[in-house]
C-alpha cells in the first residue's frame, strides 16, 4: 500500500487534471472566434456592408448586412463547410480538432495513472511519475500548438473571405478589412494549459520529497565507522 503522502500527492493530480478535462470540455462548447469583414457588390467599390462570421469548435453563423443584399444569418458545419472552399483553412482546422481530442485523452491517461499509484505502488516505471509526467507534457504542448493554429488559421489564412464568398455564389462580392477577435471558448485553452503544468509541479513536489526520504533512510549507513560495516 502506497503511503498517506502519496495518496494524497497523487489524489491531488488527479483532481487538478480532472478540472482540466472540465474546463476543456466547456470550452469546446463555447464560440472560439468572430471575425468581421467590410463587404462591397463585387466590382462596385462601395463598401457599405458588413460579414461577420462567429465560430464554435463545430458550429458558426454568418451575419450579412448589406453583403451584397439586405441582412441575412446562416448556420453551417464548420469542417463540412470548409471543405468546400480550400485546402489549408479545412486541413488547420481539422488538426485543431485532433490535437484538442489527444490532449483530452493525454489527460484522461493522467488521471488513470494518478489514480492507480494513489493505491498503489506500480512495479512499471511508466505507470508512475514518469507516465504522468509524460502525459500531462504532452497534453501542455499540444494545447500550446493549438492555440498557435488556431489564431494562424483565423488570422493569416483566408477562411473567413472563403467562407462569405461561398454563401454569396450568386452574387459576388468584395471583401476588405478583416478583423478578427478570439473568444471565451480559445481563451480557457490557457488555463487548461495551465493546470497540466500544474500536475506536473504537484508530481515533481512528490518525487523530490520521495528522493529526500530516500536519501535520509541511507544516510545513516554512509555515516557508519567503517570497522561497524566490516560485521
Known amino acids: 500500500m502506497p503511503s498517506t503522502a502519496k495518496t494524497l500527492y497523487f489524489t491531488s493530480c488527479a483532481l487538478v487534471t480532472a478540472m482540466s478535462v472540465g474546463l476543456m470540455g466547456y470550452s469546446m462548447s ?3 472566434a468572430r471575425m468581421t469583414m467590410e463587404c462591397a457588390r463585387g ?7 458588413t460579414a461577420i462570421i462567429t465560430l464554435e469548435l463545430f458550429n458558426g453563423n454568418l451575419n450579412r448586412s448589406f453583403c451584397p443584399l439586405f441582412g441575412s444569418i446562416d448556420t453551417f458545419e464548420v469542417i463540412p463547410k470548409l471543405t468546400e472552399t480550400g485546402v489549408t483553412p479545412v486541413v488547420l482546422y481539422a488538426l485543431v480538432v485532433c490535437l484538442l481530442a489527444l490532449c483530452l485523452l493525454f489527460s484522461v491517461c493522467s488521471i488513470l495513472i494518478s489514480l492507480y499509484n494513489s493505491v498503489s505502488n506500480p512495479y512499471e516505471t511508466y505507470m508512475g511519475p514518469a507516465g504522468v509526467y509524460a502525459c500531462s507534457s504532452v497534453s ?3 494545447s500550446g500548438v493549438v492555440l498557435i493554429i488556431f489564431a494562424v488559421n483565423i488570422n493569416v489564412t483566408s477562411m473567413g473571405e472563403d467562407l462569405v464568398k461561398n454563401f ?7 471583401l476588405q478589412n478583416k478583423s478578427a477577435e478570439m473568444l471565451l471558448g480559445y481563451y480557457l485553452i490557457i488555463p487548461y494549459t495551465v493546470l497540466s503544468l500544474s500536475a506536473i509541479a504537484v508530481i515533481y513536489m512528490y518525487d523530490h520529497a520521495a528522493y529526500k526520504h530516500r536519501r535520509e533512510q541511507e544516510r545513516p549507513t554512509e555515516d557508519a565507522p567503517k570497522e561497524i560495516m566490516m560485521y
Open 168 to 174: 454569396s455564389e450568386a452574387v459576388p462580392v468584395d
Open 140 to 142: 501542455a504542448c499540444l
Open 43 to 49: 466590382g462596385s467599390g462601395f463598401f457599405n456592408g
Open 30 to 32: 463555447k464560440q472560439w
